[in-house]
């Protein structure tokens, strides 16, 4: 449940939850449903950058000796 500083807390024990009234079982469940969805898409979006930053990493692997080895060649070719 949302308490006054904005933060939520959704861990209640089963005693919290039986004095809590339809409504504030409600809003409770709602706000954790909204919290779950919030963490879930930046679960998504770390995921991305992650994929990106080893995709990115792949290729400068692979890039970085190709273009040493033309630059041999041509370095050889031409002197």
């Given at each position: 449940m949302a308490n006054g500083n904005g933060l939520l807390s959704i861990k209640l024990s089963k005693e919290q939850w039986e004095r809590m009234s339809p409504a504030e079982k409600e809003e409770h469940t709602f706000y954790c449903l909204c919290y779950l969805?919030?963490?879930?898409?930046?679960?998504?979006?770390?995921?991305?950058?992650?994929?990106?930053?080893?995709?990115?990493?792949?290729?400068?692997?692979t890039l970085?000796?190709?273009?040493?080895?033309?630059?041999?060649?041509?370095?050889?070719?031409?002197?």
């Open positions: 969805v919030g963490e879930a898409q930046k679960n998504k979006l770390i995921e991305r950058i992650l994929t990106f930053a080893g995709s990115f990493a792949a290729s400068l692997v970085i000796p190709t273009i040493w080895i033309i630059l041999r060649m041509i370095q050889n070719n031409g002197g």
